[in-house]
């Protein structure tokens, strides 16, 4: 009789579970300094495009969508994304930044990346696009760093996380962040 064959999603979605508990566990003994807010968010810094250096904490005092861009090849993903919540998001209510999440090879300088995202990205958002040069914020939201879509994250004003949205631009998901937003002016 021949032995069942596990799907592939089963086992790589097990491997990626046991490999998170490991990260969960050292990131909850680290305490509250390890977190934005009290919830599930990792603590990281990155440079805006600008130069200058943040750190997650200025993500808390306003709810925040972040678009994180895992990966060279979610660029176009991620345009699409910056594209619709620019236009179908209250700026004033809620802020928006985009993290692009690079693992720099050893002979590339952050400068060397941020020259190239420059290139990319309109002067006026270059204050708001974050260079993170880490794969923790990839590891603590379950996103392969090679993935080819971009991730939406909805942190409420305390840096907690609210939600998230892997994937191409739909209707669908699109509600999804638009309920997140909503629940949190009825909270």
Known sequence: ??????????????????FKLPL??????CGPSA?????????????????????????????????????????KSTREWVNTLRSKIDHDKYRIRDVLAVNLPFFMSEEDAIGRAKEKVPQRYHDQTW???SQ??????????????????????????ISQVHGKVTTIRMNDITNALQSLARS
Request: charged share 20%.
């Open 1 to 18: 009789m021949p032995r069942p064959i596990k799907p592939k999603t089963l086992y790589h979605s097990t491997f990626k579970l046991i």
């Open 131 to 133: 260079i993170l040069n």
């Open 136 to 161: 923790v914020m990839e590891e603590a939201l379950g996103v392969p760093s090679d993935s080819d879509e971009a991730v939406i994250v909805v942190l409420d004003k305390n840096g907690d996380l």
């Open 24 to 29: 969960i566990a050292i990131l909850t003994l």
């Open 35 to 75: 977190f934005a807010g009290d919830g599930p968010w990792p603590s990281f810094t990155a440079t805006t495009l600008n130069g200058e250096k943040v750190d997650s904490n200025k993500l808390i005092g306003q709810p925040t969508l972040l678009i994180l861009t895992p990966s060279r090849n979610a660029a």
